[in-house]
């Protein structure tokens, strides 16, 4: 069955960086779009960024454009989310998720798969 684990958040300072880590199986990973998104008040959650199928092409939410990088390597079913110069307000529970319609979505409700997310914490 398909599955998506994320991993690698923690407590930082303000200003650190953070790597995630999204490794899938389940499905032929680079048939897919991959995306992060976070939760924000109301348990939504917050488009933060997606990746094409080869890696070549990246979408990012305002909020984190400059800060965040997404990355994928489809030889390990593995995506990425490198997070620079991290703010309080970057704390969140961080979701990886799939998407068939490709990386310019957006919209949490066009992902069909989710992991279980990972705890984001920055201090100030």
């Known amino acids: 069955q398909v599955q998506l684990v994320e991993s690698g958040g923690g407590l930082v300072q303000a200003g650190g960086s953070l790597r995630l880590s999204c490794v899938a199986s389940?499905?032929?990973?680079?048939?897919?779009?991959m995306g992060w998104f976070r939760r924000v008040p109301g348990n939504e959650r917050d488009f933060v960024g997606s990746?094409?199928?080869?890696?070549?092409?990246?979408n990012y939410a305002d909020s984190v454009k400059g800060r965040f990088t997404i990355a994928r390597d489809n030889a390990k079913s593995t995506m990425y989310l490198q997070m620079n110069s991290l703010k309080p307000e970057d704390t969140s529970v961080y979701f990886c998720?799939?998407?068939?319609?490709?990386?310019?979505?957006?919209?949490?409700?066009?992902?069909?798969?989710w992991g279980q997310g990972t705890q984001v914490t920055i201090s100030s």
């Open positions: 389940g499905f032929p990973f680079g048939d897919y779009a």
């Open positions: 998720a799939r998407t068939p319609h490709g990386y310019g979505m957006t919209w949490h409700s066009g992902y069909d798969y």
């Open positions: 990746i094409e199928t080869s890696g070549g092409r990246t």
